[in-house]
């Protein structure tokens, strides 16, 4: 399968995203072409060559009215520093994110060109986005790209997701990086994702409230649940737009896998240090995924239908991979119910607490089991009835995708129509069926 491997050694930015993906391609100088054509007000694109440690790569310059981040900085009147508020400006040790603008409740021309407004709320992106010049499945995951970092802002600052207000990652080229990563992602289609722990970087950034640790609060909601690590690099290495768009679209986290690569692409920083400050990006093609999981099985005679049912949905909510039941004849010919539960071996202990809390086994058996696997992956789909989640499975030469049946059933229930009439309304999906 078509593979996306992100080495994120150095953090990761919106702009560095960007350059190691274009990198990619076979005609990087039509697609920054179509980078510029995209319909951001103000925005224009320019790949330049850059050198890290001798390494050669792209660093993506986004210029906005005719000047790259950071360039021309406006100082704020203390007056205007008392109007910031709801998200923090880093000084982000890439140098390469977004300007720390001093933002207003309105928007007018500045001598510098700079933007001046109080910070874009959701609503005010997705209706930009809504005019870009890129397919539909593009400005789905521009915005849930934003979704992720209003989450991750509400949950720092305390406030609800319509409250916040995007400083940094609401300006144009923030906006543009976003953007244009998700076109790039669109373009070069991987059947998987895989990212590397990513180095965050250490020490602490300062913003209008103060000082912060890094990662910044925003960056460490968005990475719940991602490997990160730290180092001896002092500043902020990743930032919330980068951490955002690893979040979307890693498939998996963990070690380069495998692979055939075809193609290699480095994203370069604009900062030096010991280490090449760059994003390696590496594509190739996988085998299928095997690992091994855990089968615990009990047998029951005492049980009723309806209770092994039970049982068998509180399993499946604990986090059981799967649960399922086989009629087997017990001692004494009695008819009885073999029932095996599939999980990881993290999830052993809380498996057996639930079999004997919601069963009358008094034993369980373990064995391990090696499987052969098919990736997996969900998307979305814009149809007639608005985004339809899709499964796509691939691997060992075949690919399978199938729309998810709880929207299939909800879209059903709610438009009054039977599934078969839900699916012939729906975009087509190759060599498989709808359902």
């Known amino acids: 399968m078509k593979t996306l491997y992100l080495d994120c050694g150095m953090g990761a930015a919106g702009d560095m995203l960007t350059a190691a993906l274009l990198e990619l391609l076979p005609d990087p100088e039509n697609t920054v072409a179509e980078l510029n054509a995209l319909g951001i007000p103000g925005v224009s694109f320019a790949a330049q060559t850059s050198f890290k440690c001798g390494i050669k790569g792209t660093h993506m310059q986004v210029l906005v009215n005719g000047e790259e981040e950071g360039e021309a900085p406006h100082h704020a009147s203390e007056e205007e520093h008392e109007h910031e508020h709801e998200e923090h400006h880093h000084e982000h040790e890439h140098d390469h994110e977004h300007p720390h603008e001093h933002l207003h409740e309105h928007e007018h021309s500045h001598e510098h060109g700079h933007e001046h407004h109080h910070g874009r709320h959701l ?235 919601h069963s009358t086994t008094i034993g369980v058996r373990e064995s391990v089991t090696n499987r052969f696997v098919l990736d997996r992956r969900e998307d979305s789909v814009p149809t007639v009835f608005g985004p339809v989640r899709r499964k796509i499975s691939s691997g060992y030469g075949v690919t399978r995708c199938k729309y998810e049946f709880e929207d299939l059933k909800r879209i059903a229930e709610e438009q009054g129509l039977s599934l078969t009439q839900v699916v012939s309304k729906l975009p087509a999906l190759p060599g498989e069926e709808n359902i």
């Open 123 to 357: 609503s005010d992106i997705e209706a930009l986005v809504r005019a870009f010049s890129v397919p539909e499945s593009v400005k789905s995951d521009v915005l849930a790209v934003y979704r992720l970092i209003a989450e991750a802002e509400s949950a720092a600052h305390g406030k609800s997701v319509t409250e916040i207000h995007f400083h940094e990652v609401g300006t144009l080229d923030a906006i543009a990086d976003v953007t244009a990563v998700c076109l790039l992602m669109h373009k070069l289609s991987p059947d998987e994702v895989v990212v590397s722990p990513i180095h965050v970087g250490s020490g602490h950034v300062h913003c209008a409230h103060g000082i912060l640790p890094v990662p910044a609060p925003a960056t460490a909601y968005i990475l719940k649940d991602c490997p990160i690590y730290g180092g001896q690099i002092r500043g902020e290495l990743c930032t919330p737009t980068g951490a955002a768009l690893l979040k979307h679209f890693a498939t998996r986290f963990g070690a380069l896998p495998l692979m055939r690569t075809s193609a290699i692409g480095y994203g370069m920083g604009k900062k030096d240090f010991e280490q090449a400050n760059c994003i390696r990006a590496m594509l190739g093609e996988t085998e299928g995924s095997r690992d091994s999981i855990l089968e615990l099985s009990f047998n029951v005679d005492d049980m009723t239908a309806e209770a092994i049912a039970y049982a068998t949905a509180k399993l499946m909510e604990g986090g059981a991979r799967d649960v399922y039941t086989i009629p087997i004849g017990m001692k004494k010919n009695r008819p009885g119910t073999l029932i095996r539960v599939m999980c990881t071996a993290e999830e052993r202990e809380k498996m057996l607490s639930l079999i004997f809390r």
